[in-house]
């Protein structure tokens, strides 16, 4: 069903690197919840972060689009560079930031807005159509792309609120996609979902990454196994392991990392 790692086994050191990072270090006042972590993150690919509950990995996934700016307490020290630009330089913007950088939520989190306005906000705070036909033409593609189109172009004056669990959930990714962002940051985007819709979301990740760096975060290490191509285990703030994510699940060289997919921690 799905075009993963074992088929695209090429993706390798010739790939374009998209995001590079190095040192990063993130603190909440005390607590210091991601510990020197240095990795790049190649450009068409699904990167499947994984690991216990509370290890760092989404708080690391926030990273990548700044969004623990929001948080009062949280430092970022280290580098994290994005096509080669430095995100956290003073002069970034974080709004057009997050434009580039798109992001979808665990749980499904719709604007209490038609369906089409739901996909149009973004395009239009960012002033990237002309007129009432370009948009058109922006949210249909991002609604194509989010793999929803077919069941809700007949109702795009819809609350997007009245839609299906898995629905809102391809509706956020469409949102997500109407900006037309170079990246796409998914934290456990099927947490929330039954077992036919993250089915949908699956195959949905695996069409993205035709166009975009996607990178997940999962507590399932069996969705990290169908949908991804590099696999990083994280662990009490630390990145134990980064590899192939075949090479992670048949293959781990840290012993942690084996404990972790054998089911001895976590």
Not at 32 to 55: L, N, Y
Not at 86 to 109: E, H, S, T
Not at 149 to 158: H, Q
Not at 178 to 188: G, R
Request: hydrophobic share 35%; with cysteine.
């Amino acid at each position: 069903m799905y075009d993963t790692q074992y088929s695209e086994k090429a993706v390798g050191s010739a790939q374009d690197i998209k995001i590079a990072t190095k040192d990063v270090n993130v603190r909440y006042g005390a607590n210091h919840a991601i510990k020197d972590v240095s990795v790049d993150i190649q450009d068409k690919t699904v990167t499947a972060f994984i690991g216990p509950s509370g290890c760092g990995k989404s708080t690391f996934l926030r990273c990548l689009n700044r969004m623990n700016d929001t948080i009062d307490v949280c430092r970022v020290t280290g580098e994290i560079r994005i096509d080669g630009e430095d995100i956290y330089d003073k002069r970034v913007d974080p709004v057009q930031l997050r434009a580039k950088v798109g992001m979808v939520f665990q749980k499904p989190n719709p604007f209490p807005k038609s369906i089409y306005d739901n996909v149009a906000y973004g395009p239009k705070i960012h002033g990237l159509s002309r007129n009432k036909a370009d948009l058109d033409d922006i949210v249909e593609r991002a609604l194509r792309r989010g793999a929803i189109w077919d069941e809700v172009k007949d109702r795009l004056d819809a609350p997007g609120t009245g839609l299906s669990g898995g629905q809102q959930q391809r509706l956020c990714i469409a949102r997500a996609v109407a900006t037309e962002p170079e990246v796409l940051l998914m934290d456990e985007p099927c947490s929330a979902l039954d077992p036919i819709a993250t089915g949908q979301v699956e195959e949905l990740i695996d069409e993205l990454r035709r166009e975009y760096s996607v990178v997940i975060v999962t507590h399932s290490m069996q969705q990290a196994a169908r949908v991804s191509q590099k696999t990083a285990f994280f662990h009490l703030g630390d990145m134990v392991e980064f590899d192939d994510t075949d090479e992670i699940f048949t293959n781990p060289k840290d012993k942690r990392t084996e404990s972790y997919i054998t089911g001895r921690i976590g």
